[in-house]
């Protein structure tokens, strides 16, 4: 049947397709499959952060190369850590990493670090060598010759192992913590050494601060010269050296090494000390005292610094500021900056009893007599076999008794000569030779 009217006429011819809408769609698919094929597989996909380019171990290790080179020492360790945490499995980053941390007084990272190569190879005879010059820097002793032994069990033949060992027992040795035999053994260990590594620093620094602690400074002198020169930017050389030649009387050139170990490293406070007592026994307290309190100013808390500039404005004449240092040196308390301060226990130790009676002596001839007592029983019953404390002490109570106080406690500059600053003959503090050790 035929609907009349109908919109829908199923007779009627479809029109043809315009051949420019052919082209048109065809060129949009082209487009679209080589967008597909070359764009998409090169493009990050959104909100997803694009990776940072991470610089190679290698550039770091370089870097800290050269900042050794330099003498950059705190520069160095930051390029050798950044290189660990670039390639965290180098064993001989962790290796170089720890000699420097001992180089700069840091035992503890040190330690950490030699540790870490020896879990990475626990049969590398240097991380073992590295690893008890770090511990026994600590002054753990024991624990340090077996780790040397361990390192020499694996490696005979290694001369920094001999070095280290012999380091830390004139470590020992200086500690007051050696047995009969820790000098033989450190001698016998520097001797190898020289043996196995003669052309390395370490061989050489190590024969030089045994020769020191064994009086032989000229010699000493000598090995701190070839060790600077196999590597010229050790601060801790310099200080060796200039010891070394203030012990020789040379103390122009001992203020040179002083001053060159500072430059190295300028957070040293021993340095600024080792200065500040060599011009001490030149008599040139103004300087004396700058140098005492640069040392203080960087290391707050060494109650050796005190003792120290105590002894130079005890020099100069001025009495109030010398009691002032001699108090915290012996009585400990808050110091520079609220830094806590240990005293010094008396002993028969280092000169200990040298800082006692100048205390003590400032107080009787000042009047302070009932602190002067008191320094007077120390003396008496903590170290009674030490004729000059023992003489002072008695000079003490004699002041005391007689009240012959002959000293105001008034500070004056310390460019200013105090008469009378020297004792006189029938004063037993003569008898206190201070000199520079």
């Known amino acids: 049947m035929y609907l009349k009217g109908s ?30 094929v070359n764009i998409v597989p090169n493009t990050n996909p959104l909100f997803i952060p694009t990776s940072t380019p991470t610089t190679a171990p290698e550039a770091y290790l370089n870097d800290a190369a050269t900042y050794y080179s330099e003498g950059r020492i705190s520069r160095a360790i930051e390029s050798y850590q950044k290189a660990i945490n670039s390639d965290p499995k180098n064993i001989n980053t962790y290796i170089a990493l720890a ?18 190569a020896i879990l990475l190879n626990p049969n590398n005879a240097e991380a073992h060598a590295v690893r008890g010059w770090a511990i ?16 020499k069990e694996l490696n005979p033949n290694l001369a920094l192992a001999y070095a280290y060992q012999t380091e830390v027992l004139v470590e020992q040795i200086n500690a007051g913590e050696d047995r009969l035999d820790t000098l033989t053994q450190a001698t016998e260990n520097s001797r190898q ?8 620093m370490e061989t050489h620094r190590a024969r ?7 009086g032989n400074y000229e010699e000493a002198v000598t090995e701190f010269q070839i060790a600077i020169a196999i590597n010229p930017n050790i601060a801790d050389l310099y200080l060796a050296l200039g010891r ?21 490293n300028p957070y040293d406070p021993w340095a600024p000390y080792y200065i500040s007592r060599t011009y001490a026994s030149n008599g040139e307290y103004t300087k004396a005292i700058q140098q005492g309190e640069d040392a203080i100013e960087l290391d707050p808390t060494e109650t050796q610094f005190y003792w120290n500039l105590g002894t130079q404005y005890y020099r100069s004449g001025d009495y109030v500021k010398a009691l002032e240092y001699f108090r915290i040196s012996i009585q400990g308390g808050i ?7 240990r005293g010094i226990p008396l ?15 400032i107080l009787a001839r000042s009047g302070q007599c009932q602190e002067a007592a008191e320094v007077v029983r120390l003396l008496t019953q903590g170290v009674p076999d030490d004729t000059t404390a023992i003489l002072n002490a008695e000079y003490m109570t004699e002041v005391c008794k007689e009240g012959d106080f002959d000293i105001i406690l008034v500070s004056v500059p310390t460019e200013t000569p105090v008469p009378g600053e020297e004792p006189g003959e029938d004063e037993p503090m003569i008898q206190n030779n201070y000199k520079d050790d």
Not at 17 to 34: C, D, K
Not at 193 to 200: E, K, P, R, V
């Open 7 to 36: 919109s829908y006429n199923y007779s009627s011819k479809r029109r043809r397709s315009s051949p420019i809408r052919v082209l048109i769609l065809l060129a949009l698919v082209a487009a679209g499959l080589y967008y597909a």
């Open 99 to 116: 000699k420097l941390l001992v180089f700069n007084g840091s035992y503890a990272e040190a330690l950490t670090n030699a540790e870490n």
């Open 136 to 151: 026994g820097m600590q002054g753990n002793y024991l624990d340090a010759q077996t780790a040397f032994n361990r390192a």
């Open 193 to 200: 050494a020289i043996s196995l590594g003669n052309t390395l």
């Open 208 to 214: 030089g601060l045994l020769l020191e602690i064994t």
């Open 244 to 264: 070394a030649y203030r012990a020789n009387g040379m103390d122009t050139e001992a203020i040179t090494a002083f001053e060159r170990a500072s430059t190295l």
């Open 335 to 341: 110091g520079k900056d609220g830094a806590v301060v």
């Open 347 to 361: 002993s028969y130790d280092n000169r200990v009893p040298e800082l006692y009676y100048m205390y003590g002596l």
